[in-house]
């Protein structure tokens, strides 16, 4: 059950990661300032709207924060939050991975990677005998692009990763 003092740690993590994200793009928007002056011009407006969209986010985790019934599972916390602004490179996941999240596509990548070979073209084969639907964006993946090539362990665990947050 969840109780004041996590819901006091859930929010003081929350706002550090968003403190983090902010620090980060503010670095590196320093960053690019320095090395051109192209690069300043391109960031302007990233610097411009930073502070606005951490107290959007911020207000955000507030108000997500205290609709949370007192007795409520923690791993069910971030479980059906909608998020009030649309991006495209960003989403809050859950830290503890649901059943939605490990089941389906993710799985049945993980079952491959245990058979022989390890290629696209086997992966393929499998989601297809099981009746697992091929996303565009796994084919389109560059290392799953060439069929008969055993694709890296980073392009092992970003297409799980991927295949995870699809399911969502």
Not at 23 to 38: F, G, V
Not at 56 to 71: C, G
Not at 149 to 165: D, L, Q, W
């Amino acid at each position: 059950m969840v109780k004041n003092e996590q819901l006091a740690l859930i929010k003081k993590g929350a706002m550090a990661t968003l403190d983090f994200v902010v620090a980060s793009l503010t670095i590196t928007s320093n960053q690019l300032q320095s090395d051109s002056k192209d690069g300043a011009e391109a960031v302007l407006g990233v610097n411009e709207g930073l502070q606005e969209k951490k107290d959007e986010i911020a207000s955000f985790i507030a108000n997500t924060l205290s609709k949370i019934p007192q007795d409520v599972d923690t791993q069910d916390i971030f479980q059906n939050i909608e998020i009030p602004f649309e991006s495209k490179d960003l989403l809050l996941v859950p830290r503890i991975a649901t059943e939605k999240m490990w089941n389906g596509l993710a799985r049945a990548i993980v079952m491959w990677m245990d058979m022989h070979p390890k290629t696209p073209r086997a992966l393929f084969k499998h989601l297809e005998s099981i009746g697992e639907p091929i996303p565009q964006w796994l084919r389109d993946e560059l290392e799953m692009t060439s069929l008969d090539h055993v694709p890296s362990k980073g392009t092992r665990a970003v297409i799980i990763y991927r295949a995870m947050i699809e399911g969502l």
